[in-house]
């Protein structure tokens, strides 16, 4: 079992920065992708960045060029840098993570709150 932990959301005004962490913990092996998500209020969750296993990137159009996901895999972490930040970036952030050993099994953290201020 993984257990995943976010940190790093805050309060943050229209143009500030914000970097979040993600502490994977337990038996972690074949390891896919690490993954960012967010749920705005009312809104359903939507995916934001993922690293997969070889180092490459992908990122939704609406944070392309202003958010850089990375992993420390010696250390099981994964960031998120978030800068120029938007109001419409306000929402929970979840950390997701995703392993192959002889099943495709995701997991998920509880979410840290983002809020950017106008």
């Known amino acids: 079992q993984v257990q995943l932990v976010e940190s790093g959301g805050g309060l943050v005004e229209a143009g500030g920065s914000l970097r979040l962490s993600c502490a994977a913990s337990?038996?972690?092996?074949?390891?896919?992708?690490m993954g960012w998500y967010r749920q705005a209020p009312g809104k359903q969750r939507e995916w934001v960045a993922t690293?997969?296993?070889?180092?490459?990137?992908n990122y939704a159009d609406s944070v392309k060029g202003r958010f850089t996901i990375s992993t420390n895999n010696a250390k099981n972490m994964g960031y998120l840098q978030m800068n120029s930040l938007k109001p419409e970036d306000t929402a929970v952030y979840y950390c997701?993570?995703?392993?192959?050993?002889?099943?495709?099994?995701?997991?998920w953290g509880q979410g840290t709150q983002v809020t950017v201020s106008s």
């Open positions: 337990g038996r972690i092996f074949s390891v896919n992708a």
């Open positions: 997701n993570m995703v392993t192959f050993r002889t099943v495709r099994t995701e997991y």
């Open positions: 690293i997969a296993s070889g180092g490459s990137t």
